[in-house]
């Protein structure tokens, strides 16, 4: 009896095991995977944003995903091989439009955006969100200017802080050099070249393309450039410059905290979720209260180009039309609606467009002092080369090529390497 | 012995159905979530296949295989891997008898109390554990060098995880750390059951301790040996965990695994095909690994 | 027993109890760093004590995510929906998520580790006692696929798993452990060891092919069984692989696999990582110190005589 009882227990088990996601009911329901995109990584606040998007559209239910940066992308790669990709994804358009888009993973968004949204939503944008065939992949709701950040403590202890316009937050490379020769005598790690993995990877990006103004791609996004002379002079000079570290054990995360415990000079991978974090202390300051100063990265002209961040949403194609169409209305209310300003402000970003359905945008940071001083790196935002072809291929050689200079390669031979296979990528 | 004949093949038919129910639930799970996806992966090594919704895989026979030999990354990988087990089988063996033998004769309490300790990575969960070791490693603030540099043994800090040099022997360690707990527990109750009289007998006949360890609780303790082996065995070969949450196969491709490796291939490259073709050139090793192993099992029996 | 010198007993005795600390620290620092406040966990020197408790560690694993309790979905309905998702017949309150993946790792660890020794031992018993035609076949098939680590079939398995609309389910963490063969192996090891007299003898009593299975057999193979049990319990506990590459949902996740989440967070947030940790381990650590006789029982019982 009891041996029957336990096989039954067994059995049970067998049965019971399918318990898995999905709310069920008339509802249409819908899934969400979305980055740590500031705000967005946390579910206090995205909760808030989906309660108010449900009462407003009773018969849509959204069940939200929270992806981390380090693994998010192969955890969306698994599921769309399991045939579970999620209906909504909020992330940079590079990585949708460049991959998920064009291996016919995404739904084509084109007639979201109506005449006032190409109105109101800023060229920039516009431009990074349509492929070559006028498909759109992507849907914007906010964007940023990627920067560096300094310890400004530090700097005035060395007399560095003379060499760093701190008005308009730009230096030039040989301001940059001669500040980290003054640092180094203090502290052999001013700054890390990071390249455990592809986290933050826009900051060493920026950093050796604006050095000595090379650029990452051509002008048309078809084809890589990071072997130009510019760029292997940039990395050169990183990597035989003392107290800089290329670090493959640490990636942009990593060195985000080295920074804020005092242990670095300098952070590469910033930006205005960075400086307005509270984690540990008050917004723009160290673990020890040293003043963080948002940084452009050093350039020969003084004229910086930054890395831009643009985040919205796309919709994968999963055969499921009501489920899309669902999709789509949460695109429209929580980007083009006057409910965009607070899924604006829960980014900590900027927003991509003035108004939104006319309703003003431009006044949602007022009174925020870290955002209007960080407003004067905006201008600095350069080329949106991110929708290059074989993306995802390329920044994963981007790392794995650091690491080698970092360990001493010749920089020539391994931009040449990354160049082959990141061309290669694209040209599939 | 003619007329039986009939009832012989009856009930050679009643064995057979009665085996074959008996293997059914096991042999259900076997096929359908072991068998079955080994043959897909063998077929699918000879296609280049990709991720993409329309993507049709193309038939380049051996292709895939050829190109493996001549990816560097690769050869390195089977390296790597076989490095490891050859490395943490046997010290995981050794480790773990040594310290059987050292805390066996001790206080039951004791004994108790320290196989409890050395099991305590194992339950504590390998992500758990590499969440501390990740700390211990680091270059700035790392237990380690902090500890070496206060001792005076170091006077540059060194980046155990960033360093090509050192990478792999950490993920070594650890590795080692999560494994030798289920031995030594199996190795301490192994030599509570060996023969007490032949011990005796032997130290009777001035054996020393020497010699009455390897001549008479060796080959007791065999079995217990052959077992935690092929466990070790296994188990090395099954190391991803850590390398995915360290180094992600860094620097340099010195910690690729052949197993990261195909996680790699397939998810950050998107090649089904040519990771399929690494999965099959390590089920073959690792075929002929076990067959040698458990050849070497039944000579001992 | 006193042959030993007295010299190297004190040395190993000392070697032992380093080696212990040393097994002994991440432990302690996961339960210590789980209390320290953030400025004491992010010191850049070791702090070996917490100088101030603080439980805000715990509040925020608590907090940031929820999910509920369990969903008990109706057997097979994934096949019928439209979008292969069960049909959830019965929903539990919301708790922190923390809680529902240790649960999750609970059921999944038990699950496989029950339908690992049930198969297997069935398995083991036929292949060690019953002559028939394949037998050698399939033991040479489960022989070669038995230290096979999974990765290997990772690719075949997800899509596999997908079009049975089991992925993203704990089934299909399961279901590969549950197929691994090493527990067949052991199990037919095992079963060799026992007189097939008496087998024999009870099957000329008169019993049934199942009753000489779970009345002569079974009490006979139990050791063997405790000691698959556990090896499938510890093994399937630590399993991220499969974890990894099987389960996306927040609310299917198991305890590493929300840890190593929160690692991978932009800004790693190391006192929420050490309560998660703590969270997951000390429960089994409990049940581990519980059950130590049990378990360590088991263990070795099947290895002696396997």
Known sequence: MKKLLALVLVLCMVFALGMSAGVYADDVSITLWTYPIGGWGNSEIVDQLIAAFEAENPGIKVSVEYLAYADGDDKVNTAIEGKAAPDLIMEGP???????????????????????????????????????EGASYEYPLCMTAHCMAINLNRFQAVGADKLVDLDAHTWTTDQFIEAVGLLAAENPNVAAVFCGGQGGDQGTRALINNLYSGTFTDADHTKYTADSEENIKALELLAGLEGVNFDPAIVGGDEINLFRQGILDMAFCWNIGAQLNTDNNDAGLTNDGDQIVCMAFPSDDGVPELCGGIWGFGIFDNGNAAKIEAAKTFIKFMADSPATAEAVKASTYF?????????????????????????????????????VPGWAEARTAWWNMLQQVGSGADVTTAVAEFCTTANAAAAK | MRKSSGLTQNLRRQETIAGYLFLLPSLVFFLTFVVYPMFMCIYTSFFDSNMGKDAVDTFIGLGNYKELFQDKVFLGALRNTVLIVVVAVPTVCAFSLWVASAITDMKPWLTSAFRVIFYLPVVTGSVAVTVVWKWMYNNYYGIFNYLLKGMGVIDKNINWLGDARYALWCIIIILFTTSVGQPIVLYVSALGNVDTSLVEAAEVDGATQMQVFWKIKWAQIMPTTLYILVITTINSFQCFALIQLLTSGGPNHSTDTVMYYIYYTAFKLYRYGYGNAMGVVLMIIIALLSAVQFKLGQAQD | MNKKSKAYRIFSLVLVIILALLFTFPLYWIITGSFKTGKEINSTTPVWWPSEWTLKNYQKLMSKFKAPLFEIAIPFSQYFSEDGTPAIGLTGPTVPAAVRWLLNTVWMAVASMLLTCLTAAMAGYSLAKKRFVGRNLIFTLIVCAMALPKQVILIPLIREMSSLKLYNTLSAVVYPIVGWPFGVFLMKQFSEGIPTEMVEACRIDGASEWRTFTDVMFPMIKPGVGALAIFTFISSWNDYFMQLIMLSSNRNLTISLGIANMQAENQTDFGLIMAGAAFAAVPIIIVFVIFQKYFTKGITMGAVKG
Request: net charge negative; proline share 3%; aromatic share 14%.
């Open chain 1, 94 to 132: 590079e990585r949708l439009v460049a991959n998920w888009g064009a291996k016919g993973y995404m739904v084509d968004l084109a007639d979201l955006w109506d005449d006032t949204d190409k109105a109101e939503i800023l060229p920039v944008v516009q431009a990074a969100c349509f492929n070559k």
């Open chain 1, 351 to 387: 927003a991509v467009r003035d108004s939104a359905d006319g309703f003003d945008l431009t006044k949602i940071y007022d009174g925020n002092d870290i955002m209007s001083e960080y407003t004067k790196l905006m201008p600095f935002l350069g080329d949106y080369y991110q929708v």
